[in-house]
């Protein structure tokens, strides 16, 4: 997917209503970016996003998605918005010029769509209805690894939880208009590594997921090198790391890399949700699910999100997967 931007220089506009603003703070750093074709921005961000109060990331109603990420520069505030097919990003901090570069690969420019050809009624037409769908590169592998094995194993909403009350105690107030405790910065590797055993069990962090991303912080350099990678390289190298298994790793090369063809396996719902969506079983298995998304070999990650997007998904009948929590243990 290709564009053109336009770097300048002029102020930003007024901080939308709701965000506080810092006095004395630095002026943003502003580019726009015409991308070829639709866009929408809640699609492609979407994945970035942990849950309903993830402190990294907020939603505005005038339409803008706000980011902080630990960038290689340091840490950076994204403000993005569109208007009429072209894109504002709007940054802050340490890391304003590193967002800002890879603005257009963060929003689906690396991205082919064309590449996926449809095979299935239900996936045509719901491509047609979100043409918008774009997959998103950060460029960054532990701001999608932790949270991830966060999530290895519990419901979303103790994943939720847990990485909230990590980010806000040992991250840092964001950069920028939206600093004073509405947006943080996640931890650096090296505080991930310092957090005291009883912070994790608090935030209901059982030893097993502690313990990998500690040996994944340990290794920090290393893992982010896997940027430059092709995504099953990039994969080998995360699963290098005990405790990064497939799923983990596929869950973090879709964010990190843009990764079209890592489809996750391992996954307690997905399966039966492709399996019930392009064969109506709702039992299938991964080898099920593998073989009904072999038609879109290079394209799999995109055909489950197609899936997933089209709102087509069995009949719930068992029960929900437990909630547990640790700290009554």
Request: proline share 10%; net charge positive.
């Amino acid at each position: 997917m290709a564009g053109r931007f336009t770097p300048r220089s002029r102020p930003a506009p007024a901080v939308p209503a709701g965000v506080p603003r810092q006095g004395g703070e630095a002026p943003a750093r502003v580019r726009t970016w015409v991308p070829e074709g639709a866009l929408d921005l809640r699609l492609v961000l979407g994945p970035l996003r942990r849950g309903p109060a993830d402190p990294t990331f907020r939603a505005m109603p005038d339409g803008s998605f706000w980011r902080a990420s630990r960038t290689p520069a340091g840490p950076g505030t994204l403000r993005v918005s569109s208007y009429g097919g072209e894109v504002r990003g709007e940054a802050w901090g340490p890391g304003a010029g590193w967002l800002l570069d890879g603005l257009p690969e963060l929003l689906g420019a690396a991205d082919d769509p064309s590449a996926f050809v449809p095979r299935h009624k239900l996936l045509a037409l719901t491509r047609h209805r979100r043409p918008g769908l774009r997959l998103t590169r950060t460029g960054l592998v532990l701001e999608s690894l932790i949270p991830t094995v966060l999530e290895q194993k519990v419901t979303t909403d103790e994943a939720y939880r847990a990485w909230r009350l990590l980010v806000r105690k040992f991250g840092e107030p964001a950069p920028g208009p939206a600093a004073g405790g509405r947006l943080w910065v996640m931890p650096s590797a090296r505080t991930w590594a310092l957090i005291p055993s009883w912070e994790w069990h608090r935030a209901g962090v059982d030893d097993k997921r502690a313990s990998t991303v500690l040996r994944a912080v340990r290794v920090a350099a290393r893992l982010e090198e896997a940027v430059g990678m092709s995504p099953s390289a990039a994969r080998a190298r995360l699963e290098v790391v005990p405790g990064i298994g497939p799923w983990t790793s596929a869950e973090c090369v879709q964010r990190a890399l843009g990764a079209a063809d890592a489809v996750t396996t391992g996954d307690l719902h997905l399966p039966g949700i492709v399996g019930w969506a392009l064969a109506g079983d709702r039992h299938a298995d991964d080898s099920v699910m593998l073989e009904l998304l072999a038609p879109y070999a290079g394209q799999r990650h995109r055909a489950a999100r197609l899936i997933l997007l089209s709102g087509r998904t069995p009949p719930r009948r068992a029960p929900r997967m437990p909630v547990g929590d640790i700290r009554r243990l």
